[in-house]
């Protein structure tokens, strides 16, 4: 064998290896993509499930209102609240009610279909 058959040889060898370590690149940075992707899956999925359920204020009428709307299907006026709670229905306490309501409203735990008329949400 001659030195330029040896030289061929070699670059052929150095050529094979070339190919076999991109293909091997490749094959890595592939992997690492759908590591990311993973990982910002698994970040996404862990940031729901951290997140804490919305506060009401601390008033001890907020978690009696909410055990009356999951002992019922249908939506609640604010006088059906005050009856529930064994408040007197008068205008007063009627106002009052309504607007604790919409406390839960606003932080997605109810919902207002009609005006006036609170559900839990689904």
Known sequence: MTWKD?????????R???DDLQTRLREVETHLEHLAITCKTVTSLADRLSASP???PEH?????ILAVFNETTGSL???DI????????VPKNIE?????????V????????DTGCFARQQ
């Open 6 to 14: 040896a030289a061929r040889a070699r670059v052929d060898d150095l």
């Open 16 to 18: 094979t290896q070339i």
């Open 54 to 56: 919305p506060e009401l």
């Open 60 to 64: 001890p009428d907020y978690p009696r």
């Open 77 to 79: 006026r604010a006088t």
């Open 82 to 89: 005050c009856r529930a709670l064994g408040h007197e229905v």
């Open 96 to 104: 009052g009610t309504r607007a604790k309501l919409k406390r839960p």
């Open 106 to 113: 606003r932080l997605g735990i109810l919902t207002e279909a």
